[in-house]
């Protein structure tokens, strides 16, 4: 079974900066469009970012667009979220999966970031 592991969240002030990592099991991750998600409290999940298979292309939502940077090391089987001037509104769990998989089933445990005074 393949499975992500959310990894490097923690709390932050305002303004400051975080690096997430995703691990993958197995040698497909490389085949995988990626993508961050995040769910702020109350709130459903959506979309930062994602990337192509081989990292040659990238999209972000509007709100973190020149803030975070997503990016992927097939060799490893890591993606990350380079996330800088992070805001309160940045705030939520986030998440790593493929973006073809759907349904609530495919969540896995997440990192919990908390950018507060």
């Known amino acids: 079974q393949v499975q992500f592991v959310e990894s490097g969240g923690r709390s932050v002030q305002p303004g400051g900066s975080l690096r997430l990592s995703c691990a993958a099991s197995?040698?497909?991750?490389?085949?995988?469009?990626m993508g961050w998600y995040r769910q702020a409290p109350g709130k459903q999940h959506e979309l930062v970012a994602f990337?192509?298979?081989?990292?040659?292309?990238?999209v972000y939502a509007d709100s973190v667009k020149g803030r975070f940077t997503i990016s992927r090391d097939n060799a490893k089987n890591t993606m990350y979220l380079e996330m800088s001037s992070l805001k309160p509104e940045d705030t939520a769990v986030y998440y790593c999966?493929?973006?073809?998989?759907?349904?609530?089933?495919?969540w896995g445990q997440g990192t919990q970031v908390i950018v507060s005074s």
């Open positions: 999966k493929p973006t073809n998989w759907i349904g609530e089933s495919s």
């Open positions: 197995g040698s497909i991750f490389k085949t995988y469009v």
């Open positions: 990337i192509t298979s081989g990292g040659g292309s990238t």
